[in-house]
């Protein structure tokens, strides 16, 4: 007995109802595989976008922290030797302020949980010695000093404030905020530095050169040991 049309009609809903589980059955194990593989990756790819943020915050805290507790060791040694004359005063407000930077980046190498730079022993003597040895040059051969250093440090905050500028600075912007405010004072100490007359230092240029150059190296290390 042939079916009725609409006996017919209901069998071929049927068989593509079936078809068309028998479809997704075979599909939904590739969808599935395809849609964890495509998770992994993104899982993956959020992972190494953290890890990369951690490891840059790390270098900036790390090697700025240094760069803080080196100056205040040069402006140690500067009131060692220059801190009972005219421009005692001086070099202890631009002092004072390096104080609060360092407090500051004390502050943040904790709350990053990041290693300070091994070689901070090493900055300890080293900045106290640089600070002092050009202090008996007299007033001129440590502001000559000054202005080597807060330029050096000055460019370093602007190159790390355009490193974040471009990677999110939303995310960021209370650490740009620090580095802005740090940087417009090393460049007020730089100033400082010119106004008191740096630039009649002996051999001012070469001075300066050679200050700058140990001011690269010591940025170089501090970020990665």
């Known amino acids: 007995m042939r079916p009725s049309p609409s006996g017919r009609l209901e069998m071929a809903r049927a068989g593509a109802w079936v078809g068309a589980a028998a479809l997704r059955s075979l599909l939904r194990p590739g969808l ?7 998770w992994q990756r993104a899982q993956a790819a959020r992972y190494l976008s953290a890890r990369a943020e951690r490891t840059m915050l790390g270098r900036i805290i790390r090697v700025d922290h240094a760069g803080e507790y080196g100056a205040n ?6 009131m060692a ?26 502050e943040l190498i904790v709350d990053h949980r990041v290693r300070p730079t ?3 022993p090493f900055w300890n003597v080293a900045g106290f010695v640089l600070g002092a040895g050009t202090a008996l040059l007299g007033k001129e051969g440590a502001m000559a000093c000054t ?4 330029e050096s440090i000055s460019q370093h905050y602007n190159n790390q404030i355009r490193m974040l500028m471009e990677e999110d600075p939303e995310r960021h912007k209370e650490l740009l905020a620090v580095l802005k405010k740090f940087r417009d004072e090393e ?12 630039e009649m230092a002996p051999a001012y240029s070469l001075l300066k050169n050679i200050i700058q150059a140990g001011c690269k190296a010591a940025i170089y290390i501090s970020e990665r040991i």
């Open 32 to 38: 599935r595989l395809s849609a964890a593989i495509a």
């Open 73 to 78: 060791r040069i402006y140690a040694g500067q």
């Open 118 to 120: 091994l070689l901070m």
């Open 187 to 198: 460049m007020e100490h730089h100033d400082t530095g010119l106004a008191h007359d740096a």
């Open 147 to 150: 202005v080597a250093v807060e």
């Open 81 to 106: 030797v220059l801190g009972g004359g005219p421009v005692g005063p001086v070099i202890q407000q631009m002092w004072d302020q390096e104080k609060q930077h360092l407090e500051k980046f004390n």
